[in-house]
């Protein structure tokens, strides 16, 4: 089974997924009246080939949108 490498990937995502769940669902349930909010879970990482565009995003987003 573990000789699979695809197979064991396919397995730890599912665990990932799990444990995000499992998060969601516990972070409802303590929070209450904060139902409405929504967390991402994850790495602010990006891959390389979209850190250009990513970067370009941002710039945007800060420029004076009267000019």
């Known amino acids: 089974m ?3 490498l695809a197979e ?3 397995l730890q995502e599912q665990i990932i997924e ?3 769940q ?3 669902g ?3 349930e303590l929070e209450g009246e904060d139902r409405d909010r929504v967390f ?3 790495s602010d990482d990006v891959p390389t080939g979209f850190r250009k565009l990513v970067d ?3 710039k ?3 420029r004076d949108p009267g000019n």
């Open 2 to 4: 573990y000789s699979d």
């Open 8 to 10: 064991v990937e396919r």
């Open 18 to 20: 799990g444990l995000k």
């Open 22 to 24: 499992l998060e969601f």
């Open 26 to 28: 516990l972070r409802r």
């Open 40 to 42: 991402v879970s994850g």
């Open 56 to 58: 370009e995003y941002y």
């Open 60 to 62: 945007a987003l800060s």
